[in-house]
């Protein structure tokens, strides 16, 4: 079965700071990647995916995040976060021909201004 | 924009009653997924839809039922609310394989509370 793991569960920076949010998976095949956002009181929405091409994707609000085959991860990053980014972040995947995605525990990230 | 809009946001039941949460989803999307979500647990899937009628279980299906009798609405029931049912549920569609589309789209969530 497909798993992923987001290395931290709670982040705290400061404004200005930049960010990079670790996200790895088990599956060997071929696979698609995406990170979602979760803003306070609002609904889960996708920030960007990866599904073949350039490994280095970009997103919305200035988000991009890399796809590494060999390292079986895909890391969020922004270079200069802002207090609007506090959010919770998901890392999902999906791989095996199935239609599903498996979604990380998530991150939670604090921007203190 | 793809819109998916959920029966309530918030929900109280008691234990043991039946409890139908609705999910209808405006975009012509072959896959619906019902998903539950905890503090430190993330999302957990339930179960999913791939076509009308069909159904297929996730992680942790017991306690829950589902019904997709029409494409646009996917129904989540709780046979009989218990107190460990209490979370977060989301639904979420998915244009699904036979565009190679599978990013999700998701509602705004129901907040469950059993008492």
């Known amino acids: 079965a497909q798993s992923v793991s987001q290395h931290n569960h709670h982040v705290i920076l400061s404004e200005a700071a930049s960010l990079e949010l670790g996200c790895n998976y088990s599956y060997g095949g071929t696979v698609n990647l995406f990170w979602y956002v979760q803003y306070p009181g609002q609904h889960l929405q996708l920030l960007l995916k990866?599904?073949?091409?350039?490994?280095l994707v970009k997103g919305i609000k200035g988000f991009e995040a890399e796809f590494i085959k060999s390292k079986f991860s895909f890391n969020l990053r922004k270079p200069s976060v802002q207090w609007s980014d506090t959010a919770e972040y998901f890392c999902a995947v999906r791989g095996g021909g199935a239609d599903g995605l498996t979604f990380g525990k998530g991150t939670h990230l604090i921007i203190q201004p | 924009d793809v819109k998916v809009t959920q029966s309530s946001r918030y929900l109280v039941k008691r234990t043991g009653e039946k409890v139908f949460l609705e999910c209808v989803q405006d975009m012509d999307h072959e896959n619906m997924f019902w998903y539950r979500q905890d503090p430190g647990l993330g999302l957990r899937l339930i179960y999913f839809?791939?076509?009308?009628?069909?159904?297929e279980k996730g992680d942790i299906p017991e306690g829950y039922s589902v019904s997709r009798e029409k494409k646009e609405r996917f129904s989540l029931i709780l046979e009989s609310a218990s107190t460990n049912q209490t979370s977060m549920y989301l639904c979420?569609?998915?244009?699904?394989?036979?565009?190679?589309?599978?990013?999700?789209?998701f509602g705004p969530g129901t907040r469950l509370t059993v008492t």
């Open positions: 990866y599904f073949s091409g350039d490994p």
């Open positions: 979420a569609s998915s244009l699904g394989r036979l565009a190679g589309r599978y990013e999700q789209y």
């Open positions: 839809s791939y076509d009308v009628k069909m159904k």
